[in-house]
């Protein structure tokens, strides 16, 4: 086993830049056109067709995109919104800020997606929605999730924000449910330093979104709805026509490095590597791992910790949302008894270096440092 070297560090992500992006902002700046423009206004088309859908609405940041389809299906004061327990935190906060409520279900410990096995039991006159995660990039079940919708005449939101061209039968993540949002933050396949996306096929969710993210407007100075500044930049919309000419091979590489690490920890009894459905429905945004702690002489913080002595970026992503202070208060948000897969994975899942810049000796060095760790700690077996 070649021993990693100390000297060698591996962020865990890193954005994808070449000329066009400066070149591309530059531009605006020069033509002075800097707010919600035509350069915008392209990349909402072209996104809407990569995706798949009639329209793609650009706003300035995911949890934005989050707020904004939320208030655009009306969902607000004492309404029940069903999110998976292991997400980002603006999933679930995102409907506060309408007076709505979030309701946590239970994660699958394959997907990592909410476990539609846990879905119905919270539902109740006042839910209104769905919002199904594609964590790190794989999509969840979401045939289960839209026949449990439609049974129970709720909306389903796909929150897509890690799901760049990851697939669902053949669907792009962000064209299934009834709105999906994505975000462009530059840990992203693809990034705008900030920004996001909102997709629908429906012509008058996209409208009023349009309306809600440009502070209600129906004409110049008339305002018939609540809205907000929720625009993205022009400079953004420019970045973002560049980076959508490289998604793909961005997607590709992820997926050829997630193959490396598999591939290369396969033989590690500690080391519980991501499920793939099939690879067309999964980006790897993320390469989340997680350990058999019982079987180890270290914990998962410290497993994170030793990696880091040899300069390898890991942490995990995310913590279960129900212990959060941020959802203190709030009924029925669930005990640790009724969350066993988001528990289980918060003890043992991190999340390792992935970016289409890493080099061969950064990927090998991970490997490395990985297995070197993994195996150092293995509980000797008995008998």
């Given amino acids: 086993m070649n021993k990693p070297k100390k000297s060698l560090n591996v962020p865990l992500a890193s954005p994808w830049f070449t000329n066009e992006e400066p070149e591309a902002a530059y531009e605006v700046v020069k033509s002075k056109w800097i707010c919600l423009g035509p350069k915008t206004e392209e990349f909402e088309r072209q996104f809407a067709a990569k995706i798949g859908v009639k329209h793609a609405v650009a706003v300035n940041s995911g949890s934005s995109a989050l707020l904004v389809v939320q208030a655009a299906a009306g969902i607000g004061r004492g309404d029940e919104v069903i999110v998976p327990n292991m997400t980002f935190v603006s999933t679930a906060t995102s409907c506060m800020y309408l007076g709505a409520k979030p309701v946590f279900a239970d994660i699958n410990l394959s997907t990592y997606c909410i476990d539609v096995n846990d879905i119905e039991k919270h539902i109740t006159p006042n839910t209104k929605a769905i919002i199904p995660v594609h964590y790190a990039g794989q999509s969840a079940d979401m045939a289960e999730i839209l026949e449990i919708a439609r049974r129970h005449n709720l909306i389903v939101i796909e929150d897509a924000a890690e799901a760049h061209l990851s697939e669902y039968n053949g669907a792009k993540c962000g ?8 975000s462009f933050t530059p840990t992203k396949p693809m990034t705008t330093g900030e ?7 429906d012509d008058e969710l996209a409208f009023r979104c349009r309306l809600i993210r440009n502070f209600g407007d129906t004409a110049k100075f008339q305002w018939d709805m ?18 959508l000419k490289k998604v793909d091979e961005a997607v590709r590489i992820r997926r050829e490095i997630a193959q490396k690490y598999t591939q290369a920890f396969s033989d590690i009894d500690t080391v519980i590597t991501p499920y793939v459905r099939k690879i067309e429905d999964i980006n790897f945004q993320l390469y989340t791992i997680r350990l058999k702690v019982d079987k180890l002489t270290c914990t998962r913080d410290e497993f994170i910790e030793k990696l880091s002595e040899f300069g390898v970026s890991a942490r995990l992503y995310y913590p279960c949302l129900h212990r959060q202070k941020v959802f203190e208060g ?17 003890r043992t899942a991190l999340s390792l270096p992935i970016f289409p810049e890493i080099t061969e000796e950064q990927i090998q060095h991970v490997i490395s440092s990985v297995r070197l760790v993994a195996l150092t700690h293995a509980k000797l077996k008995q008998g």
Avoid: K
Wanted: charged fraction near 15%; glycine fraction near 16%; avoid cysteine.
């Fill in 195 to 201: 920004g996001g996306m909102i997709t629908t096929n």
């Fill in 175 to 182: 064209s299934i449910g009834e709105m999906g949002i994505f």
């Fill in 330 to 346: 709030i009924p029925r948000i669930g005990t640790d008894e009724e969350f066993p897969n988001s528990i289980e994975y918060a």
């Fill in 226 to 243: 609540l809205g907000f500044n929720f625009r993205m930049p022009e400079v953004m919309g420019a970045m973002g026509l560049a980076q």
